[in-house]
């Protein structure tokens, strides 16, 4: 009896080690957690996705959590977007790794500005969000401050612009760019900012462009009005000049330049620092102005680099000057 009773024991002892040993030889090792920055704007959608090490990828789940904004895919993927919230400050998400017995969380900090919208066209993401039409988009990495958006227009009218959900003005924008091909005189560049028609309104303001002329220097300043009723469109010029110094092209050299709308209504330009034009003209056209995109427009043939650019909608008048971020 006490020889069985001591088998009984012993077996017993066997399987508890047998069971340690397999719970043992669960792990788990986070190497990454990977968001593409720490630096993000309001409202940001972020992709984001955990590495790990694993003894056993067949029973490994994840869980994703944020402090702020939200997680908007679905749980127990190694991938996840996050939605940045609408208030600047610091957030933190994180994702706890489960692996058999064992799991692991990793954290990350995640710096939101106050700001609509940047872009250094770096990430693998750089062309989402963006519509484009008659536009070829490319990414050259030997371009800008660590690469760069490469725009070819294909037609005559070739835009790549942002939607930005109708926000009203103050609005700013900011960009660095250089001129790599330019056919002819006719040929224009231009910063856009274009307007959403409110409370049906039979006639509205649809855009107002800072134009330039890259062949010859020329450039200027304009806005596009609609007349619903009689379906006309009529572009009027504010002002239009001609300045080799400073928009005739030499190839692929950067230059910075801001195009806004302020607070009250008026069209103020800054290029490589300076104060270069401003307008009282939309405030007399219509009381209020809500954008719906902003965003580049290219003639036929014309190629262009792009890089850090900047969206305020917080009264920001940005003045083509370097930002830090």
């Known amino acids: 009896m006490e020889t069985y009773e001591k088998l009984v024991f012993n077996i017993a002892i066997l399987i508890c080690v047998i069971f340690t040993s397999c719970s043992d030889d669960d792990s788990v090792n986070i190497v990454s957690l990977n968001t593409f920055g720490t630096k993000f704007c309001r409202n940001d959608v972020v992709k984001v996705f955990v590495s790990a090490e694993l003894s056993d990828d067949t029973d490994v789940s994840y869980e994703w959590g944020c402090d702020g904004g939200s997680m908007t895919n679905p749980q127990g993927l190694f991938e996840n977007v996050w939605k940045a919230p609408n208030e600047a400050g610091t957030y933190e998400i994180w994702c706890t790794v489960k692996c058999g017995g064992k799991k692991e969380t990793r954290r990350s900090k995640m710096t939101v500005l106050d700001e609509l919208f940047y872009s250094n066209f770096e990430t693998p993401y750089y062309n989402e969000g963006w519509s484009n039409a008659s536009m070829t988009v490319a990414f050259d990495a030997n371009k800008g401050t660590n690469g760069a958006v490469k725009l070819t227009s294909t037609k ?11 926000v009203s003005v103050p609005f700013s924008t900011q960009v660095d760019y250089a001129v790599n091909a330019c056919p002819s005189d006719n040929n224009f560049t231009e910063i856009r900012i274009e307007f959403a028609r409110i409370n049906n309104a039979t006639f509205y303001v649809t855009k107002a462009c800072f134009t330039t002329y890259p062949k010859t220097g020329a450039w200027k300043a304009t806005y596009t009005t609609t007349n619903v009723t009689t379906g006309e469109t009529t572009d009027i010029t504010i002002d239009e000049g001609t300045d080799t110094a400073n928009f005739k092209f030499k190839k692929d050299a950067f230059k910075t330049i801001a195009v806004s709308i302020d607070a009250n209504k008026k069209f103020i330009v800054y290029y490589d620092g300076k104060k270069y034009f401003e307008s009282s003209a ?39 000057e370097p930002r830090e971020r």
């Not at 005559?156 to 109708?166: E, L, M, Q, V």
């Not at 007399?284 to 909608?313: M, P, T």
């Open 282 to 320: 939309l405030a007399s056209v219509q009381e209020q102005y809500y954008v719906s995109r902003s965003g580049f427009g290219l003639d036929n043939k014309v190629v262009i680099f792009a890089d850090n650019l900047f969206v305020f909608d917080n009264g920001t008048i940005c003045t083509a």
């Open 156 to 166: 005559a009218d070739g835009r790549f612009a942002r939607s930005w959900n109708n």
